[in-house]
């Protein structure tokens, strides 16, 4: 339905987010894991489409230490990490909407809610 097409959605821009910024802590991968393996995440493509600087550094071969540094700098520049959130918080909000209306025991809802709070919190404290 609606409430796990929205969470779904908010849950992988969060796993995007938390790729690029979340560390190896959260992530378990090293921190600028996805830039390195250039994987097209939401603030990666948010990026390339605005920033002729990122498409160079990407035409490149492999990726450095030097490259990831830059690319952290030019997504810091065009608020690539604020746009994701807000647009995984979009995501979020009809997610609670949708489930507001739904048809469904009160617990459900109020379980199904904690899950979807638990998915997003992580983008609201780092």
């Known amino acids: 339905g609606v409430f796990g097409t929205e969470l779904g959605m908010a849950f992988q821009i969060v796993d995007d987010i938390l790729g690029i910024w979340g560390g190896e802590g959260v992530t378990g991968k090293p921190s600028g894991f996805d830039i390195l393996r250039r994987k097209k995440t939401l603030p990666l493509v948010y ?40 647009l995984a918080e979009r995501y979020y909000r009809r997610a609670i909407a ?24 992580p983008i609201l404290s780092c």
């Not at 390339?48 to 450095?64: C, Q, V």
């Not at 209306?101 to 919190?121: C, M, W, Y």
């Open 98 to 121: 949708a489930l507001e209306g739904a048809e469904v025991f009160p617990q459900v809802r109020e379980d199904l809610k904690t899950l979807a709070t638990s998915l997003i919190s």
């Open 47 to 86: 990026g390339l489409e605005r920033e002729e600087r990122l498409r160079e550094i990407y035409r490149k071969g492999d990726l450095e230490a030097a490259d990831l540094n830059c690319v952290n700098e030019i997504l810091s520049e065009i608020d690539a990490r604020r746009f994701s959130q807000e």
